[in-house]
């Protein structure tokens, strides 16, 4: 017996007005998951625990059946675990966003950020803007009073690490929930090292507005990356063996930090893909292979992760959604199932969505998400849809981290 999870992050939505009143799950040509969807089972599931921060970390953590409230520190932790940066007693890892804030002279505090990820900056730009800005002077000099070091990565995401950060009553916010918003009450708050943030953000602002990569950025008719913002703070975190709590050896298979965080924490391997951004042109042939590989290898469990309906709603980008539902559906999806039938393995699949993203916010919500359960050797006859609205006429779980996994793999007392 094998077992498959598939993670669309963030296509669970609300209804929305440009598609009568229809979700995008509702919306979406979608026929291979509707096609499970009326063979197996469909429900509703709480991932992100009342009082945590509604977004992946909590959410995925829950789905591999670690609970957000025992095991979560914040969001970089699990990143940078994913890298093999060390955090020592003391130390704070923070997320470190390449954002873009509006254009135009006059104070930060003033200003509108407009883009959470410096309008989708990855690869050697990313890296040498961070870098640059690190090797500044005035900067270098704020940095090391500041006790804090950067660790680049190839990607919108670095990871920056503080000794010795006061982190208590701190109010760090997620750029992603707040793009359009003016700039000055989201800035870090609480307590003194706050302000320690708040002048180096105002400090990078200053230097990377004025940076060779985003003149040429803005030249070829893109956003420039002319900001970090701080947030995700947390401090070393350790998560249970997933092989020796659910007995089960597995793979995980995404393109962002976070989940191969999780994945390197729990015990489980991670598969890069060749070509695999986050975004919504990625290798989805190519994640599809590498779970079959794995499964044909030995592996009792594959999860594949697809980053791009979050990132797409996040950008303001409903036909992307649409359509990387749509692609998760017919070059994810449907090659596991025709690859597993090839195979003659018997197998159950679970696919959801870690949390809502709101395309009325472009921000992520809390609230049950819709789950379905595929098992080959089942046909239960229900004949739903996979869609929120099905979800609610299926079974409900309030603990995502309780029930899950033991749902998958058939150990739900």
Not at 19 to 26: A, E, G, I, S, V
Not at 255 to 265: D, E, F, Q, S, Y
Not at 379 to 396: A, F, H, I, R
Request: proline share 6%; glycine share 10%.
């Amino acid at each position: 017996m094998k077992y498959i999870l598939v993670i669309g992050d963030g296509m669970a939505d609300n209804p929305v007005p440009e598609l009568k009143n229809k979700t995008p799950l509702q919306h979406a040509n979608i026929p291979v998951l509707d096609s499970l969807a009326a063979r197996g089972e469909v429900g509703s599931v709480k991932t992100c625990p009342e009082g945590l921060p509604a977004g992946s970390d909590t959410a995925i953590l829950s789905i591999f059946g670690a609970d957000p409230k025992v095991c979560y520190t914040g969001r970089s932790p699990l990143e940078a675990a994913a890298t093999g940066i060390r955090l020592n007693p003391g130390d704070v890892s923070y997320r470190c966003n390449m954002v873009t804030y509006e254009e135009g002279a006059g104070p930060l505090e003033g200003k509108k950020i407009l883009s959470h990820s410096g309008g989708s900056i990855e690869g050697s730009e990313s890296i040498t803007l961070i870098q640059d800005l690190f090797a500044n002077p005035e900067f270098a000099k704020a940095a090391e009073a500041a006790g804090m070091r950067v660790y680049p990565s190839p990607s919108f995401r670095h990871i920056a690490v503080q000794a010795g950060a006061d982190i208590k009553d701190i109010s760090l916010l997620p750029p992603h929930d707040h793009l359009g918003e003016v700039v000055g009450p989201l800035l870090p708050s609480g307590n003194a090292n706050a302000q320690v943030l708040r002048d180096l953000m105002k400090l990078a602002h200053g230097i990377l507005d004025g940076h060779p990569v985003n003149a040429a950025r803005r030249a070829a008719g893109k956003l420039p990356a002319n900001g970090v913002w701080f947030w995700a703070e947390g401090s070393a975190v350790v998560l249970d063996s997933f092989q020796e709590k659910f007995h089960k050896k597995g793979t995980v298979i995404s393109a962002v930090p976070l989940c191969h965080g999780i994945a390197k924490l729990a015990g489980l391997d991670i598969t890069l893909v060749e070509g695999a951004t986050g975004e919504l042109e990625t290798n989805y042939e190519g994640k599809a292979r590498a779970a079959l590989e794995a499964l044909r290898a030995g592996q009792d469990f594959a999860a594949v992760h697809l980053e791009a309906p979050d990132e797409c709603t996040h950008n303001g980008d409903l036909p992307g959604k649409l359509q990387s539902i749509e692609w998760l559906d017919s070059r994810i999806v449907k090659l596991l199932v025709e690859g597993m039938a090839e195979e003659g393995m018997d197998y159950r699949m679970l696919v959801l969505s870690d949390h809502k993203t709101l395309t009325s916010t472009c921000g992520h919500d809390g609230t049950p998400v819709p789950y379905l359960l595929y098992d080959s050797r089942k046909d239960t006859g229900l004949g739903l849809s996979y869609c929120e609205e099905s979800g609610e006429k299926g079974p409900y779980y309030d603990n995502g981290a309780a029930v899950l996994m033991p749902l998958l793999f058939e150990q739900l007392s």
